[in-house]
C-alpha cells in the first residue's frame, strides 16, 4: 500500500469519525474543562466519559479510568487511581447550579459495577445560561469501560 492511499485512508477515517460524534462544540469544550480539574493522587490517569442527550439537557458521566498491570506478580491486575477534585472549580464552570450532590450506592444488582459500593458527585446546572447538564463523576469507571492505561512492570522480562 502506498503511503498515498494510506494517508487517504486515515483522513476517510477521521472524517467519518467525526460525523459521528453529535455533541455540540460547547458540550466538548465544557468535557474538556472538567476532565483537566482531575488530579490523580499518584501516578497517572486518563479521564473517560459518556455523554446522553435526553428531554432534560445533557447527562455526562465522567470518571478516571483503570490501570492494568502487565507482567510481574501484577500481572492482569486492574488498578483503580485515586483521584482529587477541586469543587469550587468545578462549579465555576457552571453558570448555574441547582443541585449538587453526593451519592454513595450499593452495587449489589447492578453488573455495571465491580465494587460493592460506589460514589459519586451529580451536579446539574446551566452551562453557557441556556443549555442545562448533570455532571456525575463516578468514583470508579463503570465495569463495561476496560482500562484506559496499561503500565508493564519494569523487572519482567519479556
Given amino acids: 500500500m502506498s503511503i498515498e492511499k494510506l494517508l487517504q485512508q486515515m483522513e476517510d477515517y477521521k472524517t467519518r469519525r467525526e460525523q459521528r460524534d ?3 462544540k460547547w458540550l466538548k469544550e ?3 474543562q472538567v476532565a483537566d480539574i ?3 493522587l499518584a501516578n497517572v490517569g486518563r479521564v473517560g466519559f459518556d455523554c446522553q442527550a435526553d428531554e432534560r439537557g445533557w447527562l455526562v458521566s465522567m470518571y478516571l479510568g483503570t ?4 507482567g510481574g ?7 483503580h487511581v485515586g483521584f482529587r477534585i477541586d ?3 468545578l462549579l465555576r ?6 443541585r449538587c450532590e453526593w451519592y454513595s450506592v450499593g452495587n449489589e444488582r447492578d453488573e455495571r459495577f465491580e465494587q460493592a459500593v460506589r460514589s459519586l458527585l451529580s451536579v446539574t446546572g446551566q452551562i453557557n445560561a441556556e443549555h442545562t ?3 456525575e463523576l463516578l468514583g470508579v469507571p463503570p465495569k463495561y469501560v476496560g482500562p484506559a492505561l496499561k503500565q508493564y512492570d519494569p523487572n519482567h522480562r519479556q
Fill in 73 to 79: 506478580p501484577k500481572d492482569g491486575q486492574i488498578e
Fill in 22 to 24: 453529535h455533541r455540540p
Fill in 87 to 89: 469543587i469550587h472549580q
Fill in 30 to 32: 465544557f468535557i474538556c
Fill in 133 to 135: 447538564v448533570r455532571l
Fill in 67 to 70: 490501570t492494568e498491570m502487565i
Fill in 38 to 40: 482531575f488530579e490523580p
Fill in 93 to 98: 464552570l457552571f453558570s448555574d447550579v441547582s
